[in-house]
């Protein structure tokens, strides 16, 4: 009480002060206001927040809620139609249209397939990398090359070695005495020549994850197992996985999320979607309803099952990893 | 079971991390490893763990030699300085872990990890994991695990270092009283005196790969075997003057460049002429007669230290440190005269630290 009270009377003195120029009264208290509005912590978070709320809500949560919007109706650029809304008869043309059917199913199997692949690859590679062994920052450095490559250049660099005349896989194969593949053109093929090389470009980032996440790991808790007498296995089992879980679980779900949302580069540049949509994902698939067609509001709907598949998607993972 | 090394050497490239070390770690030990930061302390514990392997020399526990032994077959259990436990685990996990990977059944590690949680008073933490505990839990969880295997020698690897000074002390004495109750061969790392001399039945003493002297707390305090010793053991620290021995008339005495002290004639062994005089500062006394071995000083800096004072003197450039019984007054600048207890006098060949 009597520190509020002695508060206002220095400020008063003050006042007094300066009286003679009533510009400065005014402007002290406006400025003791304002000081006071930014002590308060509230306030000031919010401020602290404010610019980056802007930002998300232009680039994220608009066009979010544009998108949403523009699923409920329909909107034919191509033939200079009026946006009018449809309610939710976008959504339920995909779910009766055996080519997006067909699309979400192959995006699915492609996620489903690389991804486990990526991680046992990565996490294959990270202990063996993580053993004290010559030349490691050479491994490591070609290990982490694709990741550095392009996606674009890694469809072109595949699609070459794919080629059925000029490839190099062909002859590579016929070494063994099998006879040439069409790798990119045979419909029962494409999606698995579509996954290899996913699989070798990203393969090498759950790698690095992987591996920053072996080195974190006390060596203490081997030496302590060793005297225990662990198994190389054991070892694996209760030391290594559970110590490195928390960072297996963020790069699984990083890859889950960018193969089911993302692929776009490495198919585009490798088969197009072709042949017959037998590799036609979801990414792709969305661009060409779209941005070909433009058909914005079937474009909106496919967009907004991809997100609601992913959102999915994450929950079962994360349930999955949690035991 | 005893623990024994032979010429153990171990390098680290160019560094000797432990020099030519015998060492014999008796039956029911408590051996403190003492040592100053680098000295190799770890690496004599990691050589008998069996997580090194020694360049040369022959490592015995009990009678069986280890040296090509893995470490689960040395039946021995370490704790470690960082406790190694695995924060993904539940206390009771923890400790089991060690029999869950020795296959023993199910039922008889109940048993024991529960009888081990009595034993450490733990027993209300067993379903916590190891981040949800403070300092001396986790301590005490890492020597449960320890425990658990019932292990012919424990080693410890400065279990203490991670806790504050007074759970410290706390822990000191119920590391004792479990050793006193286990009677299980011991090898305690610390580079800490006091710990060392508190807890150790027998102590090592380490320099740069070297072992300098093992004894009892009691003879390396009363007897250091060279100067090394005589000031790492021992606070405040041990005075000590670089001087020679000179004899005259039959009389050993030592010439420091501050003063002149006769010794006992007991002393004449020493070969070396070049030497180091030491003095605990509790054996520095008041000389009160008119005797001619007095040194005078003046008092420099008065330290209380609840009973006892520390009192910094100084004879010239020589400064000396004095403790005696607060009962009497002293003033900064007070002129005195000193004299160093009989058959307290420590000489060592070649110049002090
Ligand atoms: N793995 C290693 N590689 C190279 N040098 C090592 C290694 N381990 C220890 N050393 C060296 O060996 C010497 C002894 O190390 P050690 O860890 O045994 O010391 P310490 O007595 O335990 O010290 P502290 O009290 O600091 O723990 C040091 O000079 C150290 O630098
Ligand atoms: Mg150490």
Redesign the interface.
């Known amino acids: 009480m009597s520190e509020a009270g002695s508060r206002r009377s220095k400020v008063k003195n003050y006042g007094e002060k300066i009286i003679n120029s009533d510009k400065f009264i005014v402007i002290g208290i406006n400025l003791r206001g304002f000081h006071q509005f930014l002590r308060s912590k509230k306030t000031l978070g919010l401020l602290f927040v404010l610019p980056a709320v802007v930002v998300l809500f232009l680039v994220f949560i608009y066009p979010l809620i544009y998108n949403v919007d523009l699923s409920f109706n329909q909107w034919r650029l191509a033939i200079g139609e009026e946006k009018h809304y449809v309610g939710l008869s976008n959504y339920s043309y995909n779910f009766s249209d055996p080519l997006f059917q067909k699309v979400l199913k192959n995006t699915l199997i492609f996620t489903a397939v690389s991804v486990p692949l990526e991680v046992v690859i990565g996490l294959g590679l990270a202990l063996l990398i993580s053993r004290k062994i010559r030349g490691r920052s050479i491994f490591l450095a070609i290990l982490c090359l694709p990741m550095m490559v392009a996606p674009v250049i890694v469809g072109l660099t595949w699609r070459w070695l794919y080629a059925w005349d000029y490839g190099l896989l062909n002859p590579l194969i016929g070494v063994f005495g099998m006879g040439p593949t069409n790798w990119l053109a045979d419909p029962s093929i494409a999606m698995f020549s579509v996954i290899v090389a996913d699989v070798w470009a990203m393969a090498p980032f759950v790698f690095l994850f992987c591996y920053a996440g072996l080195r974190m790991v006390?060596q203490?808790?081997y030496?302590?197992?060793?005297?225990?007498?662990?198994s190389s296995w054991?070892k694996f089992r209760?030391?290594t996985l559970?110590?490195i879980?928390g960072i297996l679980v963020i790069a699984i779900l990083i890859r889950a999320m960018d193969a089911f949302t993302k692929i776009f580069d490495v198919v585009y540049t490798l088969t197009g979607g072709g042949p017959a949509y037998a590799t036609e994902v979801l990414p792709v698939y969305t661009y060409r309803v779209g941005l070909i067609f433009f058909r914005l509001g079937r474009g909106a709907s496919i967009a907004m099952i991809t997100l609601l598949v992913t959102i999915v998607m994450i929950l079962i993972i994360r349930k999955i990893m949690k035991r | 079971m005893k623990v024994t090394l032979e010429q153990v050497t171990k390098k680290f490239g160019k560094t000797i991390a432990v020099d030519n070390m015998n060492l014999e770690i008796r039956e029911r030990d408590f051996l403190v490893l003492l040592g100053p930061s680098g000295c190799g302390k770890t690496t004599t514990l990691r050589l008998i763990?069996?997580?090194e392997t020694s360049d040369s020399g022959n490592i015995y526990i009990g009678d069986t030699l280890v040296n090509d032994l893995?470490?689960?077959?040395?039946n021995?259990?370490?704790v470690?300085q960082?406790y190694?436990l695995?924060p993904?685990?539940s206390v009771y996990d923890n400790i089991a872990?060690?029999l869950k990977?020795?296959k023993v059944p199910r039922e008889e590690i109940r048993k024991r990890v529960r009888n081990i949680a009595e034993l450490l008073k733990i027993e209300e933490l067993l379903s916590r994991k190891p981040g949800q505990l403070s300092g001396g839990q986790r301590q005490r969880v890492a020597l449960g695990?320890a425990m658990v295997?019932e292990p012919d020698v424990f080693l410890m690897d400065e279990p203490l270092s991670n806790l504050d000074a007074k759970l410290r002390i706390h822990m000191r004495g119920e590391l004792k009283k479990m050793h006193q109750r286990l009677r299980t061969t011991t090898i305690y790392v610390t580079h800490d005196q006091a710990e060392a001399m508190s807890m150790a039945t027998r102590i090592a003493i380490m320099d740069r790969g070297v072992l300098q002297q093992v004894g009892s707390p009691k003879e390396v305090y009363d007897h250091p075997a060279n100067a090394f010793v005589g000031g790492f053991i021992g606070s405040p620290p041990m005075n000590m003057w670089e001087g020679d021995l000179v004899e005259k008339n039959g009389k050993l005495k030592i010439d420091t460049s501050f003063f002149s002290y006769p010794l006992p004639p007991d002393l004449k062994e020493i070969a070396a002429s070049k030497v180091t005089l030491g003095v605990r500062p509790e054996d520095v006394t008041i000389d009160k007669e008119k005797g001619s071995n007095a040194i005078k000083v003046r008092i420099d800096v008065i330290e209380p230290m609840g009973r006892e004072l520390l009192v910094t003197l100084v004879s010239g450039d020589a400064t000396i440190k004095m403790i005696t019984p607060s009962d009497r007054t002293f003033r900064i600048g007070d002129k005195l005269k000193i004299k160093f207890k009989e058959g307290k006098l420590h000489i060592f060949e070649g110049k002090p630290l």
Do not use: C, H, N, T
């Not at chain 1, 030496?223 to 662990?230: H, K, L, N, Q």
């Not at chain 2, 893995?70 to 040395?74: G, L, V």
């Open positions: 006390p203490e808790r030496e302590s197992a060793e005297i225990d007498g662990v054991q209760y030391i559970p110590s879980k | 763990a069996g997580l893995p470490p689960k077959d040395r021995i259990a370490m470690f960082s190694a695995y993904y685990m872990f060690p990977i020795r695990r295997r």
